[in-house]
């Protein structure tokens, strides 16, 4: 899955704004400890000029942290 990789300033800057109706940003962190975004079609036609720079970020494949199983 290819993403938008931002830095810790960055995520933190965004994470959680809302910028359309009901619509925020929602970082995701990687295996290695990466921040990541992803926009759907929609999300990017709908974002602010604000935010516009999230465009230009640099896009890299995400791989998501195994998470444990908390049933054992």
Request: glycine content about 4%.
């Given at each position: ?21 009901a619509t925020f940003f929602n ?23 604000e935010y516009a720079y999230i ?11 195994v998470q444990e199983n908390i049933?054992?």
């Amino acid at each position: 899955m290819i993403g938008y990789k931002l830095t810790l300033e960055q995520k933190e800057a965004i994470q959680g704004v809302e910028f359309s109706d009901a619509t925020f940003f929602n970082c995701v962190e990687d295996i290695d400890g990466v921040w990541f975004l992803f926009l759907s079609e929609q999300d990017t036609n709908n974002l602010p000029n604000e935010y516009a720079y999230i465009l230009d970020l640099p896009q890299e494949e995400f791989v998501p942290k195994v998470q444990e199983n908390i049933f054992k």
